[in-house]
Nanobody
Framework: VQLVESGGGLVQAGGSLRLSCAAS????????MGWYRQAPGKQRELVAG????????NYADSVKGRFTISRDNAKNTMYLQMNSLKPEDTAVYYC??????????WGQGTQVTVSS
C-alpha cells in the first residue's frame, strides 16, 4: 500500500486546514487508518484513528472537538479536517494504514504550520 498526504500548509491560529491521504496499491487489504504527527524534538503521536468501515473513530485529547477524521473507501482516501488550529498543532502530519494482516504503511508526511 502506498500513501500520499496533501493539504498541509501555513495557516494563522484559529484557521482551518483539510488534510487528505490517498491510498494506492493493495487498497483492499487496508483495515484501520490513522493520522499521526511529529513536532520538532518530539515523538510521533497519534492524532486520530478510524476503523475500516469508518464507523468508529478516536482522537487525542488535545484535538477532540477541533479535528474530524473521515474516510471514503470508494475513493481510497482518508481525511483530517482541522479547525480552530493552534500554534501547538504545528508538526509534520503522517498518514498510516494497517492491513488486515497487521502490516503498517506510512505516507511521506505533510507539514502543517500554525502561526500565532
Amino acid at each position: 500500500v502506498q500513501l500520499v498526504e496533501s493539504g498541509g500548509g501555513l495557516v494563522q491560529a484559529g484557521g482551518s486546514l483539510r488534510l487528505s491521504c490517498a491510498a494506492s496499491g493493495s487498497t483492499f487489504s487496508i483495515n484501520a487508518m490513522g493520522w499521526y504527527r511529529q513536532a520538532p524534538g518530539k515523538q510521533r503521536e497519534l492524532v486520530a484513528g478510524i476503523t475500516a468501515d469508518g464507523g468508529s473513530t478516536n482522537y487525542a485529547d488535545s484535538v477532540k472537538g477541533r479535528f474530524t477524521i473521515s474516510r471514503d473507501n470508494a475513493k481510497n482516501t482518508m481525511y483530517l479536517q482541522m479547525n480552530s488550529l493552534k500554534p501547538e498543532d504545528t508538526a509534520v502530519y503522517y498518514c498510516h494504514a494497517r492491513s488486515f494482516m497487521g502490516r503498517g504503511s506510512w505516507g511521506q508526511g505533510t507539514q502543517v504550520t500554525v502561526s500565532s
